[in-house]
């Protein structure tokens, strides 16, 4: 029964430990943290304001005849998924691009080897952006580790890799087609900006590691991180143990914590 009762006492200080280290505080890295979380939000808002049809502008009689079974239209613009046709403005007798306008899906058999390439990369860098921007929102409430900030930079890079893959787009077959030409439209501007984002983001991860500021802590709180038992103090080196004072406004007298090294 001792042995039982001892095992659960372990048990809950372990997990009033685990809790502890993730006890939620304002900006424990300071503001610098701020910088990268909002600079990744920034980036992931720019594949958000897409609709899906306004990547590139796409003019060619061929291959709009093939996406739009039509020959009447000077230009369309396409998309990675769906695509828009223009309207003609009698009053202006010219023909524009109305934004309001509902998406198209394309006919079956357009998508080429370098057309799901695009898309898979689109995808897929949509959910590491996204991913990563509310990761880094944790750091404003909780301490990283070195490890865990430098990894939010490693998702960073990827995810800004991923992004530039949908410009494979440009090299699909109603692109390429002789007679037809593919300039940047809205979407694709857009994604080249969210890819610079996403690179200052994780520089900015990268070469600057803010160190989190230490948590004071108050004499029964301090008590849980004491070795339980001599033996335990004895094994302990020298180095390892630091005394740090500090005057609590709730206190009268100055206490002593220990910080492990």
Known sequence: FSTKCSSNEEMTKQSSNFLHHFDCRQLPHGFYS?????????????????DGCDFARLE???SIERISSSDVFPFVEAGISQYRVPLFYATENEWKMAFTGQCQDYPSGTFDFWWNIAKFSAVISDIFGGS???FLWFSTCMAFSIRTWRLCAVEAIFAAFLRSGS??????????????????AFGSQVDLFGIVLLILTGSSILFHYPDPKLRRLREEDMMQYLPDTDRDMDSLEPKQIVMMPFQDEDMEDDVSYLKTM
């Open 34 to 50: 701020l910088i990268p979380t909002i600079l990744s939000t920034m980036a992931f808002w720019t594949s958000c304001v897409q």
């Open 60 to 62: 060619g009689e061929e």
């Open 132 to 134: 990563l921007c509310l």
């Open 167 to 184: 410009f494979l787009f440009f090299f699909t077959s109603i692109c390429k087609t002789e007679g037809n030409t593919c300039s940047y």
